[in-house]
């Protein structure tokens, strides 16, 4: 049968990058968007936002929703301190295994927990499962209509400290209209944008980056 667009970019990881170089992989992973096949990955232009917000944070304990490729995953790993892990929820079995060896052909494999299954599920068993009290960094990047519950979900599960910084992606496009009202007009956030474009073209799009209160 016909491989799938994520065995197609993991195949483009193998050939064009250089193992244990993750800076390679994201080049090649954002080679192949733009010379080949268009992916949902974050990209190489909101990418460098998420790096800056990532090194300013320079988290001890950070969450991603949504690997898709492990695009985010690898960029978000690179930046950690050593003895730092991520974890990240998928519940897609076929990307989580694409997300598994690209995380692992950039040499990061010790540095990321990828949990299958979905957030909804996930996110009440984190702390006794893994041991986390609260996360210093949260990317959000799966389905959009999962951004709010979700937020609201962190907070539930007492997940969030003061200054818990959560950074959600393509608030503009796709967009998350109830989420982005949510963290503007809550008083327990302080937002900013960071506009950009949608990855891999010239459509508007941004991030969006919530500071939690308390
Ligand atoms: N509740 C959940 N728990 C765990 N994993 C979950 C989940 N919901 C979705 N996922 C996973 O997260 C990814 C979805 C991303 C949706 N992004 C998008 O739909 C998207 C679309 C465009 N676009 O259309 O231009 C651009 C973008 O940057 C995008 O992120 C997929 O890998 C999916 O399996
Ligand atoms: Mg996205």
Redesign the pocket.
């Known amino acids: 049968t016909r491989s799938t667009r994520p065995q197609r970019m993991l195949k483009a990881v193998q050939k064009n990058a250089t193992k244990g170089n993750p800076e390679s992989v994201i080049s090649a992973i954002d080679y192949f968007c733009k010379n080949s096949e268009?992916a949902?990955?974050?990209?190489d232009e909101?990418g460098s936002i998420l790096d800056s917000v990532v090194t300013e944070v320079n988290p001890s304990t950070v969450l991603e929703?949504?690997?898709?490729?492990g695009y985010s995953t690898v960029r978000i790993a690179r930046l950690l301190s050593p003895g730092t892990k991520l974890i990240t929820?998928?519940?897609?079995p076929a990307?989580?295994a694409v997300?598994r060896q690209i995380i692992a052909y950039a040499g990061l494999q010790d540095k990321v927990t990828l949990v299958e299954?979905?957030?909804?599920e996930?996110i009440p068993q984190i702390k006794e499962r893994f041991g986390i009290t609260t996360f210093d960094f949260i990317f959000l990047?799966?389905?959009?209509d999962?951004y709010l519950p979700?937020i609201k979900l962190f907070e539930e599960c007492g997940l969030l400290r003061k200054g818990s910084v959560l950074l959600a992606?393509?608030v503009i496009?796709?967009g998350t209209p109830e989420y982005l009202e949510y963290v503007r007009n809550s008083p327990h956030y302080e937002s900013r944008y960071y506009p950009a474009h949608?990855?891999y073209?010239k459509?508007e799009?941004g991030l969006e980056k919530s500071v939690f209160l308390g």
């Open positions: 268009w949902m990955n974050v990209g909101k929703l949504g690997t898709y490729c929820l998928e519940f897609n990307y989580a997300a299954g979905p957030s909804s996930l990047d799966h389905w959009k999962r979700d992606d393509n496009c796709p949608l990855e073209t459509v799009d």
